[in-house]
């Protein structure tokens, strides 16, 4: 369905008769930054891309156009994810004159009125400043950070999940806001200090004159992933593992765990699943299990 909005048009993508116009996008290095892939290198070469894009089920893009006529770039939802994704693309020389803004709003209109979605979400790189900008405008709340290695980067890198939920639908409150491990250790007060040389973090309660149980935050924010420690009975011996995603940190974290002296520490190695991991194990047999993308 064609939407319009005050001063753009948005048509339903159509690879082959966008392309060229569109091109001017996806094949300008500096606008694909943030991209999952390189610029593309002809018209051609941007058709096939959006002829795939266009072909995911669930995929609906619009290709939006100025006043004029003229091909500004390309908005909508991505298809084959589990939750609708926003995606925003313009040609360089027409940002900053709120044109992603105003066609992406017109696009979460029809996905929530049209397509009676109940939410949409937003990846963006951490360092995507405009994109953040665009999510922000629109009213997208951040929901939490993932990491991501793009296959033709050398580096993972952090992204910031977004959403926003349709209004016109009920929202069932959370069930479960947050999970914490909870470690049973024979000195709480030597794992914290050993964990927060490692993790760093934030000690965010501790009980107890020995310290008996304790939370350590490791994100920056007052919530975030999160550890209790709770001084080990005799009956609650049983090692955990716990599996922690490292983003873009793996090998300093493996260098302090390294640093540390303490328990054992495995060399990092590259698991088939695309990621890097290594095993850092406490004295008590419980074992963090560190993974970045490979
Ligand atoms: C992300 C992207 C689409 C954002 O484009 P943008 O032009 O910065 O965003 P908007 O269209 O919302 O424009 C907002 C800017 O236009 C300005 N503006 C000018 N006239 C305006 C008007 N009439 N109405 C609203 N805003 C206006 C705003 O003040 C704002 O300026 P600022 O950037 O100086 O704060 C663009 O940078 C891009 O194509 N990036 C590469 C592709 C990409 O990374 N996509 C996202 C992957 S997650």
Redesign the pocket.
Known sequence: MKLATPRLSLAPLDPAADAEGLHA?YGDPE?MT??TRPATATAAETQRLLAEENARSGAMLWTVRDEGGTVV?LVGLLGAVEIPGL????ARHT????????AAAAAIEYAFTHAGLDRVE????AS?A??L??CQ?LGLVRQGTLAQRYAHRTHPHEVAVLGLTNPQHKQEPTPVLRVEPVLPVTDVAATLSLLRAVLSGRVSFSVGEPVEVAGLVLGPWSVGPSIRLVTASGAQSAPVTLALDAATELDELHRRAVASGAGRVEPPTEQPWGVREFTFELPEGHRLVFSAPA
């Open positions: 996008a606008v943030w991209w770039g995606t925003w693309i313009l940002w900053g004159r709120g044109f992603a803004t105003e937003a990846w963006v790189e995507n405009r994109s900008a665009v405008r």
